[in-house]
Nanobody
Framework: QAQVVESGGGLVQPGGSLRLSCAASGFTLTTYLVSWWRQRPGKEREVVARLSVSGDVAMHADSVQGRFTASKDDAKNIVYLQMNNLKPEDTAIYYC????????????WGQGTQVTVSP
């Protein structure tokens, strides 16, 4: 069964760091566009970062630019989101989304991982 599973969330103090992982199984990420999204309490889901198929090019939302970094390890079939200098407003459920680059295969959302930034 093809799926992506996020992990690495938790409770952290403001200014702290976390690294989220998105592990794919049942398919390879080498032909997928992968993005990180988050849904903050009472708000719509929003994109945080996008990676190109190669993983060489990443787009980060203005709200996290300079603090978050998305990356990809094709050998491990995992995508990461390194989050530094976390702020209370980063509190959200974080999701990974893998989108087939040629439209021929399925697209996959993970179940999400909770990140809470609080003193």
């Amino acid at each position: 069964q093809a799926q992506v599973v996020e992990s690495g969330g938790g409770l952290v103090q403001p200014g702290g760091s976390l690294r989220l992982s998105c592990a794919a199984s049942g398919f390879t990420l080498t032909t997928y566009l992968v993005s990180w999204w988050r849904q903050r309490p009472g708000k719509e889901r929003e994109v945080v970062a996008r990676l190109s198929v190669s993983g060489d090019v990443a787009m980060h939302a203005d709200s996290v630019q300079g603090r978050f970094t998305a990356s990809k390890d094709d050998a491990k079939n995992i995508v990461y989101l390194q989050m530094n200098n976390l702020k209370p407003e980063d509190t959200a459920i974080y999701y990974c989304y893998a989108e087939s680059s040629d439209g021929a295969a399925g697209n996959y959302w993970g179940q999400g991982t909770q990140v809470t930034v609080s003193p």
